[in-house]
């Protein structure tokens, strides 16, 4: 571990395996607080390269107990948080609408970082487990075409990075990591970010990571999802090539709205926001989500464009499809607390 950490307290980049090394060291072997957080602090102050935040999350996803491939391809929709809009849970509500439209969806995630509600709390409002195992996730992955994968019970390594992070309460690696270390293996994401910066550093770390299609996107106005207040800036993996664009929700025939307007609240507020989209409620939040699900959408390759994947979502909403999935997982959840899988 300490010739890596020495490169780095140069200002020295590291390579994908070097930074593998560094953190693998890390989780296997006794390490301090204080080193933990000499090594977080010199990545911040150097700036962590693609390469550097692709090995990290490498052995994040390898260090889980919870990994697991599919037979069907899978994707994510997490965000990374830390746009400070306040939003409702976006990702969250477009995941059901994304396995409603036939996408398989291992949805990782937390409790609050940017908004009042993270995942955690407004799908552990509306009942869904935060716990289930391995084979349960699987089962629900396979049956309901999506899950809901705990950051903190599938990443039980990282509970002392954790709280190291609460300690130095300043932004580091981590704050970028959280959507690639996905323990499913992945064929294709959407990943929100909170800064035009981390646009190419996230997406040359997810063609880094090897995913077939990806899309890395920074919402107007600051937000780490697609927003419908102006233009989006992106950046698409396809065929291991990234290729840089931008959308307007007007070029895909939805209306403008401002981030006021899909503003959140509590995990109640939140779970009563997510039923009325699931319920076809016309307006921001569903816009919103239609958006996002579209995007998701063309990310995975289910539809040819943007604009395709908003009639796609929609009927999903519409034909009670989304809906049905949440209600499954909700049922499932209950019935897993008592049982076995």
Request: proline share 4%; with cysteine.
């Amino acid at each position: 571990m300490k010739p890596h950490f020495n490169q780095l307290l140069e200002g020295n980049n590291l390579s994908f395996e070097e930074t593998k090394a560094l953190f693998n060291a890390c989780f296997q072997e006794d390490v301090s607080d204080t080193e933990l957080s000499a090594i977080l602090v010199a990545l911040k102050l150097k700036q962590p390269t693609a390469e550097e935040l692709a090995g990290l999350a490498e052995v994040i996803h390898t260090n889980s107990p919870f990994q697991f491939e599919l037979d069907i391809p899978a994707m994510d929709n997490c965000g990374t948080g830390g746009d400070r809009s306040n939003s409702f849970n976006i990702s969250t509500c477009a995941a059901f609408v994304l396995a409603g439209a036939g996408v398989t969806v291992a949805k990782h995630g937390n409790r609050r970082v940017s908004s009042q509600t993270g995942s955690a709390d407004v799908l552990e409002e509306l009942g869904v487990s935060l716990n289930l195992t391995k084979p349960q996730m699987k089962y629900m992955l396979q049956e309901n075409q999506i899950a809901f994968l705990f950051a903190q019970h599938v990443h039980p390594t990282l509970k002392q990075i954790a709280g190291v992070r609460q300690q130095l309460r300043t932004p580091t690696i981590f704050n970028l990591v959280g959507p690639l270390t996905n323990p499913v293996a992945l064929h294709s994401q959407l990943v929100g970010v909170y800064s035009n910066k981390a646009l190419p550093i996230v997406a040359k770390s997810l063609q880094t990571l090897g995913r077939k299609r990806a899309l890395v996107i920074h919402g107007a106005g600051g937000m780490d999802e697609a927003s419908l207040q102006g233009e989006n800036k992106y950046i698409l993996l396809e065929e291991n090539e990234l290729k840089e664009g931008t959308i307007h929700p007007e070029e895909v025939g939805l209306s403008v709205y401002t981030n006021k307007e899909i503003e959140g609240g509590n995990a109640v507020q939140n779970a009563e926001i997510l039923r009325s989209v699931l319920n076809g409620e016309p307006g921001a939040y569903l816009d919103t989500v239609l958006f996002n699900v579209a995007i998701a959408l063309f990310a995975i390759g289910h539809v040819h464009s943007i604009k395709d994947g908003v009639e796609v979502a929609r009927s999903s909403v519409f034909s009670g499809k989304a809906k049905a999935r949440l209600d499954m997982l909700v049922q499932y959840s209950q019935e897993a607390e008592h049982e076995v899988v």
